[in-house]
């Protein structure tokens, strides 16, 4: 027998409030009770007073176990009670593995058909009316549907799931189904899980679940090997040079031998044997030149053309950048001092050319492939280089206003807000002469004396800088800060230049990004697909500081630090490193077919009739003859007042 309206203890709670009512109202029934009699004559008053006592014991105890017993057969009703059959639904989560490991293959097919098939037979296992919720499991819980008494929209959002790019969270699964249950007012049925169970392995060794956990495992023993890290470099020294490291795991259970393979186009870069022991990984180093930007494709291949259970991490793709190459011309008639400063860099290709051969037309045209322009001394002709202008010891008439020229000048001052001046400590520069300059509201100074600033930067309409001093001369030759300067100054005006650029091929999900020591923390950016800025934690520790990010699907991801650009290419699936060992205790496989939902038989309009008579029963002998009496004793006392009485002698 079960109840369909209330629980037992429900039941039991309201029963006992009742009864004690009940009880209640009869130990507080007064002894002086008012009566109805035909004359008061012969009555003589009580020479002491009555006294009004409360009964300490009930004075009609079958009237009140009457009552008690029709109250309770009324509750009793109400509270809805089945003897027989199997009414009452449960709810029950149903797990569906949709994670990146889910698209293997075997001999049977993948792996998530053969899980979708175990979800169906679970679902005809379960009685019709017990409500089922279906959740995807990847690295995010995703129900699919509310815990839904229609098992065909539950089976068709069963056929629907995909494999996604990410590795099984099943302890964020089991935690998001025990919760849901526990949402829920009625009965809690079981969790099952349909899938592989491949986690990683430090949640495969804490992993607890529940004790009304049901596991469908679908055997995935198939041999796999693939990338596991894949990163790029551009070399520093020779712009069209690239450094690659790979690293290789195997899944399987036999060693492997793989040929790595880097193709652009139908040209192969490079090309690597390895032997990769099982359950292990084995890493290569790579160097090879790709002039141009293009696409990468890096595939590993069995070496004995042995088929692969899981072909997704065979092959990665990157598309690398192409090396920004700045345009400098410099105009000076002494070009040889100034060589080293701008011949030294590899990024940029420098012309030196006479102040003479200087062509005002080419140099206003805003398209020029010209970068930067230097003027060494030298005031062009109008109308001014529309590009990026680095003025040396400008004479009077340049843009920049000359308030004096001071002889043997010491540099004081580095202004550290400046990007000019990153880097830059020397102080005490003595300088034979050095030309100190006005500021307007648009300049900013990079280096002062004591009459001024003698280096200012302009960043509008185009950048430039004025240098009031000749930077190759006898006090500044043999300087350090000479190069640096310079160098600061092509990085502010042509940055991609200057840009560092790493690729790495990540696996779908959670990033984890060890951070350089000095790594200026409010100044990074993570930026995903159409720039888009995405969110990002920094963990202190005293190894170092790590930054972890969540990319949740394939894409591309930017990790900006200053000049260095990080791309994160997340193309490659991530898939756990273990399959889960279930305890013993773990109920497995599909549950016995469960028996014809039957109604069973209601006593309710048998308790409500027999709770009713009983009511009824009590008024009658109870109530009822008590106002019989009384109604008597009434009739009695009008015949009685016509009678003639004889006054006794």
Known sequence: MNFLNLGLGEFLAMAGVISAGLVALYLFDRTRRRRVVATLRFWTPSETSSQWKRSRKVQQPWSLLLQIVSMLLLLLA???????GNFSPRNHVLILDTSAWMGARTRQGILLDQA?????????????SDPVMLVRADALTTPITAFEPRHQIVAEAIRQSHASASALNLQQALDFASHAQHLQSSRAGEIAFAGAARISKDEAESLAPPTNFRLLQIAANGENVGWKKLGLRRSITAPDTWEAFAAIKNDGSRPRDVSVELISGKTTLATKTLTVAPGADSSATFMFKLPAAGLLQARVRSADNREDAFPQDDRVALD??????????VYSND???LRPLFAGHPQFETSFRPTASYDPAAQADPAAQTSIVVLDRFIPSKPFPQQNV?????PPGSPFAIHSTQANAKLDRWHADSPLAAGLNTKDLQLASAKV?????DDQAVAETSSGPIVIARAAPTKMVALGFQPTGASMKYQLATPLLIANILRWMAPDTFRTWDMQAATVGAISVPLAKGTDTAK???????NRALPFTIQNSAEGDTLHFFAGAPGTVHLLDGDRDTIYSVTLPDIGEAAWKAPATVARGLPRLSAPITSGTNLWPWLAVLGGLGL?????????GTQISAASLTTAARWADKIPWRKAS
């Open 390 to 394: 680095l003025w040396i010891d400008p």
């Open 335 to 337: 070009p040889e001092s």
């Open 78 to 84: 109400i509270a809805g009670p089945r003897f027989g």
């Open 320 to 329: 690398l950048p192409a090396q920004t190459t700045a345009h400098v011309i």
């Open 524 to 530: 990074l950016r993570v930026t995903g697909d159409r």
């Open 437 to 441: 300059f006005e500021l307007t509201k």
């Open 116 to 128: 979708k098939s175990a979800a169906l037979s679970y679902l005809d296992r379960l009685p019709s």
């Open 616 to 624: 009824l029963l009590e008024w009658i002998l109870f109530g009822r």
